[in-house]
C-alpha cells in the first residue's frame, strides 16, 4: 500500500483563496475569510488590503461590516495568464463538489 504523504502546496495562492471566499459572500468578516483559507487574520488583512490597492476588490463599510466588490474584469497577474480575466477564475471555481453554483 503507498504510503499518504501530506502536501505542504496547493494549485492556488492564499490570494486566490481570499479572492474566492469574498466572491462567494461579499460581507464575510476577515475572521471568517481567514478561517476558510486557513491563515491568520492579520494574513487575510494584507492580502485584502493589497488586493484592494491592485483594484482588484473594493472595500465599503456598511454598518459596523465591511462589504467587498471584486473587479471581475481585471487580468490575472501571471504573465501566462495576464489574457484571462478574474471572473473567469471565478466562474470556473464557482461550483461545490455536487455542481451546484457557489459563487453568486
Known amino acids: 500500500m ?3 504523504h501530506e ?3 496547493t494549485f492556488l ?7 474566492l471566499a469574498i466572491a462567494s459572500e461579499p460581507d464575510l468578516r476577515l475572521r471568517d475569510v481567514a478561517e476558510r483559507v ?8 494584507r492580502i485584502v488590503a493589497e488586493l484592494e490597492a491592485e483594484d482588484y476588490l473594493d472595500v465599503r463599510k456598511v454598518g459596523r461590516r465591511n462589504v467587498y466588490r471584486v ?3 481585471r487580468p490575472l497577474r501571471h504573465p501566462a ?3 484571462h480575466k478574474v471572473g473567469e477564475l471565478l466562474e ?9 453554483r457557489a459563487i453568486s
Not at 495562492?13 to 479572492?19: P, S, Y
Not at 470556473?92 to 451546484?100: E, P
Request: proline letters at 0%.
Open 7 to 9: 502536501t505542504t502546496w
Open 13 to 19: 495562492t492564499n490570494h486566490a483563496h481570499v479572492l
Open 81 to 83: 495568464e495576464q489574457h
Open 2 to 4: 503507498a504510503e499518504v
Open 38 to 45: 486557513g491563515i491568520t487574520e492579520r494574513a487575510a488583512q
Open 71 to 73: 473587479h471581475r474584469n
Open 92 to 100: 470556473v471555481l464557482a461550483h461545490d463538489s455536487g455542481g451546484r
